[in-house]
């Protein structure tokens, strides 16, 4: 057999005049995830379930030994390279004995307990050694040789050693080095994709090892800019593409600062034409589904930071959002979640709802407003309906809010009047599910109250909070923004609208009542910290007043709070709470001083 079948030395140039080895003219694509570092995987994992005993006897000096063999065979084949640098045959024994010691060498990641031998041997430093080394088969073995180490699944409880390992490898600059390596690979080759891909599975795997761990890659290393590289509009799709969008989105999750770091790299930009190829065709496959959702996800995120917002209103990102909502293509959903966030206030709100309406976002959002699209026969939406329903609803409450006293606020009230109010039945129907949800919630909660009391726990601010959190998430979250349009719309329509509504209300066996316990609550626990939030607090009690003249809303010092305790149990929504804000602390005290009326009694 040709010693070249298993082995190269600095083959011929390809036709780009780069220094990699050729491929098959038809290099084979590589599959999701690469199925052979799977198998890896399962295999590793299986020799630890299985082989314990067989390998009891493997103790540090065991590891002292691989790393010496390492470095002896390393040195060996070096100075045979050098020795005989225009003479293959003669160090070709040399390079297979490094690719067996590599292949022996993963009995190393059975104990990571005993990581800290290496540390002390200066292995680490020979194996970033194989990163740089001249047969392309040895930088895959050694990238896969790292994936192995360092696999969280395979380390399980001992990572201690392995945050001493992994630290010694970032002293040489280990991320750098791996992605460099991975630069020079051939993805159109499937081994070396596969090394590729392992390459964003050692950064995932250091990532969870260490909660800073995203941060200090961020910023010391220049692995963001090689991750938004990969998820350019001009690449092909690819598994490789899929991992890097998974990590980009792993990086900007929780940090502002990566946030920050990303924006400044054009990220919003690229994101933004990357996810346009969506427009006309929806992805092909459910792992290409998962991509474009992923580069949403990484969009929400970074327009989480204010001088990101900005950035996405400088690359016309609204516009974008509206035109992908009137193409009816799949892209549309994740456009629905990024106007959602665009939207939830701040100095940029106004201007994103106007923009909304300017382009005929209103035509495009109403529909789904009325009928979301069945999404059951994609894997990646499933059971997502109700989630996309309440960005469309938090969508209008939150022009609504922005709009008030422009012509476009009016554009939005007249949708809900034109046909016979059909938008305003259908504003019934999420009133009447969100107020079931929240009902069997609120049931959930008394119980675990009574609970939590017969074990002699104490009810305190944080655990109402908690359960205040909790009933946000199961119905009154929806139901807040929900009665915040209706009451709106009733309030720019007048008397006759109030009694349409009710009609339509009933119609859809919901109960118009808990329109004000709702908005009454929701002004009561809206942070007052902003003067944003402050107005908002404000719009609300005026809204109660106005759709339920009969109902007066006073404010009192903090010592009428005796006279207005708030109540001990959440299974009902309370006209009484408190509020706190920078000048007095005050209760809101419900008082109908108009006599008993059927349609406006609190239930």
């Known amino acids: 057999m040709d010693f070249k079948n298993y082995i190269s030395y600095k083959p011929p140039k390809d036709e780009d005049g780069s220094g990699k080895r050729f491929h098959d003219e038809d290099g084979d694509e590589p599959s999701k995830r690469f199925n052979d570092g799977d198998m890896e995987r399962e295999r590793a994992l299986k020799f630890l379930e299985e082989d314990t005993e067989s390998h009891q006897d493997f103790d540090k000096n065991e590891m002292k030994k691989l790393a010496l063999q390492l470095e002896r065979n390393f040195s060996a084949n070096q100075e045979m390279r050098i020795k005989h640098g225009d003479d293959p045959l003669k160090f070709m024994a040399s390079e297979v004995k490094l690719l067996d010691t590599i292949e022996e060498f993963s009995t190393a990641a059975t104990a990571p307990q005993f990581y800290d031998a290496l540390v002390a041997m200066n292995a680490h430093k020979t194996l970033l050694s194989l990163l740089t080394h001249d047969n392309t088969d040895i930088i895959v073995a050694a990238i896969g040789l790292f994936g192995e180490m360092l696999d969280m699944d395979l380390l399980g409880n001992n990572t201690t050693q392995a945050k001493k390992f992994v630290d010694a490898l970032m002293e ?185 309406v300017d382009h005929l976002g209103l035509a495009a959002l109403f529909p789904v407003f009325m009928k979301l699209p069945k999404l059951k026969k994609y894997n990646a939406y499933k059971d997502s309906e109700a989630k996309y329903e309440e960005h469309v609803i938090s969508i209008i409450a939150s022009m609504i809010r922005e709009l008030k006293g422009m012509d476009a606020y009016d554009r939005i009230v007249a949708k809900f009047v034109e046909k016979n109010c059909v938008k305003c039945a259908r504003l019934a129907e999420f009133h009447a599910a969100a107020e079931g949800k929240l009902r069997a919630c609120e049931e959930r909660l008394a119980v675990e109250r009574e609970e939590a009391l017969a074990e002699g726990d104490e009810i305190d601010e944080e655990y109402e909070d908690e359960e205040y959190l909790e009933r946000s998430e199961n119905g009154l979250g929806v139901l807040q923004q929900v009665d915040f349009i209706v009451a709106e719309v009733i309030e720019a329509c007048g008397t006759e609208m109030r009694r349409e509504m009710k009609k339509l209300f009933k119609l859809k066996q919901a109960n118009f009542n808990t329109v004000f316990h709702v908005l009454v609550e929701y002004a009561e626990n809206v942070a007052d910290e902003k003067m944003e939030e402050k107005s908002l607090a404000l719009r609300l009690r005026g809204l109660c007043a106005s759709v339920f003249p009969k109902k007066i809303i006073l404010q009192s010092k903090a010592t009428t709070s005796s006279q207005a305790p708030k109540n001990e149990t959440t299974t009902n929504m309370t006209t009484t709470a408190s509020s706190t804000n920078d000048d007095t602390e005050s209760n809101v005290i419900v008082e109908d001083k108009t006599g008993s009326d059927d349609d406006d009694d609190v239930e």
């Not at 991320?175 to 993805?187: I, Y």
């Not at 969008?245 to 792993?250: I, P, V």
């Not at 009137?326 to 940029?348: N, P, V, Y």
């Open 172 to 356: 040489e600059d280990f991320v750098e080095q791996l992605f460099s390596a991975a630069d020079n690979l051939n993805e159109s080759n499937t081994d070396e994709a596969g090394a590729v891909h392992k390459c964003l599975g050692v950064a995932e795997s250091l990532i969870e090892m260490r909660e800073d761990m995203a941060e200090t890659l961020a910023e010391e290393t220049d692995i963001l800019v090689w991750l938004v590289d990969r998820i350019k509009k001009k690449r092909k799709f690819s598994p490789i593409q899929l991992y890097a969008s998974e990590l980009l989105s792993l990086f900007v999750q929780t940090s502002d600062k990566n946030r920050k770091k990303l924006g400044s790299l054009s990220a919003i930009e690229t994101i933004a034409q990357t996810i346009v190829r969506y427009r006309k065709h929806d992805p092909a496959t459910d792992d290409e589904i998962e991509f474009m959702e992923n580069l949403y996800d990484c969009l929400c995120s970074l327009i989480l930071v204010d001088e990101n917002k900005s950035l996405f209103m400088d690359a016309e990102g609204v516009q974008l959002m509206v035109l992908l909502l009137r193409e009816r293509k799949l892209s549309r959903f994740g456009a629905l979640r990024t106007l959602d966030f665009i939207l939830a206030g701040g100095e940029h709100s106004k201007k994103a709802a106007t923009l909304v």
